[in-house]
């Protein structure tokens, strides 16, 4: 039971460029979220999604892009990275609505 | 605009000591409380979570306090351990929807 995998854990990227951040989820959850977390401002909400073919927009979309075409897996996708995207990326996933989410070990993104 | 107030930013305890982090929140949809833990090079973990229904919860060395009128609520450490090291969020969520984090608070407890 591997639980939430994100590829790659660390990146580097140049200013411009686009690239696609992997999660995968083998515990049967509906509901998976993509996060990221800069110094002093906590966690913040990319996107996120509760169930299969259906996503929606957290507190910081733009710049990002998410689909869900299966229940297992939710890639984000950085259309044209910028430096202000430089963070710590974290994938995460829930059963249901009535639980808390369990995280991945994160993508160590860097724009340059 | 942050959703949930949390403080302090860091906070260091002798062995044995009961730190005490604070959060607070405006939004009254709020229906969620959990606690993260989170250690170096690593995700957050879930630690404890609350619903507004109740006014303390208990977990091993682990306790959360929410006072509703305040729209405030708090994690205690019993008997704190180096171990315990590590940076504490807490969030809050309506409808377990679309979850708002705390800054993060940095603990140290000194042997």
């Known amino acids: 039971n591997a639980g939430v995998t994100q590829t790659p854990k660390f990146q580097v990227l140049k200013t411009g460029q686009s690239m696609t951040l992997q999660c995968a989820q083998d515990?049967?959850?509906?509901?998976m979220s993509w996060y990221r977390q800069d110094p002093g401002m906590g966690l913040r909400l990319i996107h996120y999604s509760v169930g299969a073919g259906i996503t929606d927009q957290g507190e910081v979309p733009n710049g990002y892009n998410v689909s869900r075409s299966t229940t297992e897996d939710f890639p984000l996708r950085l259309l044209s990275a910028a430096p202000s995207q430089t963070s710590v990326y974290f994938c995460?996933?829930?059963?249901?609505?009535?639980?808390?989410?369990?995280f991945g070990s994160g993508t160590r993104l860097t724009v340059v | 605009q942050q959703q949930v107030k949390q403080s302090p930013q860091s906070l260091i305890v002798q062995k044995g000591g009961i730190p005490i982090i604070n959060c607070a929140y405006e939004?009254?949809?709020?229906?969620?409380f959990p606690w993260y833990q989170q250690f170096p090079g690593k995700g957050p973990a879930l630690l404890i979570a609350?619903?507004?229904?109740?006014s303390e919860k208990k977990e091993g060395r682990f306790t959360i306090s929410f006072n509703k009128s305040a729209k405030q609520f708090s994690l205690h450490i019993m008997d704190s351990q180096p171990g315990d090291s590590a940076t504490y969020f807490c969030a809050a969520s309506i409808t377990g929807n679309q979850f708002y984090f705390g800054t993060g608070t940095s603990l140290t407890v000194i042997p």
């Open positions: 939004n009254t949809a709020f229906d969620y």
């Open positions: 609350i619903r507004p229904d109740v």
């Open positions: 995460a996933s829930k059963r249901d609505s009535n639980y808390g989410y369990t």
């Open positions: 515990m049967n959850h509906e509901y």
